[in-house]
Nanobody
Framework: QVQLAESGGGLVQAGGSLRLSCAAR????????MGWACQAPGKQRELIAT?????STHYADSVKGRFTISRDNDKLYLQMNSLKPEDTAVYYC??????????????WGRGTQVTVSS
């Protein structure tokens, strides 16, 4: 089983920046893709940024140009700049790949709260 643990959330004023981190732990053989999703109160979880094992990235239109996803082996980061009050949400880390023994995994973290004040 693979566990993902997010950190770096908090309270920030509009226009400010935060950097989220995610660490993957477990019997990991390989990670194919990782990503960040967010879920605001009363809304569905939305995938906002992904990065593949070849470092190909994709962003939702809502964060393009403001957020940057990056990874370093089993660690994932999200640099969030020019934050807006509408970015307020719980942010979740996601990863999929293979664990030792050639079984696939698809895991989510428990989330970290980001609150942007106006």
């Amino acid at each position: 089983q693979v566990q993902l643990a997010e950190s770096g959330g908090g309270l920030v004023q509009a226009g400010g920046s935060l950097r989220l981190s995610c660490a993957a732990r477990g019997n990991i053989a390989s990670i194919d893709s990782m990503g960040w999703a967010c879920q605001a109160p009363g809304k569905q979880r939305e995938l906002i940024a992904t990065i593949t094992s070849s470092n190909s990235t994709h962003y939702a239109d809502s964060v393009k140009g403001r957020f940057t996803i990056s990874r370093d082996n089993d660690k994932l980061y999200l640099q969030m700049n020019s934050l807006k009050p509408e970015d307020t949400a719980v942010y979740y880390c996601h990863a999929n790949g293979m664990i030792l023994g050639a079984s696939p995994f698809d895991s989510w973290g428990r989330g970290t709260q980001v609150t942007v004040s106006s």
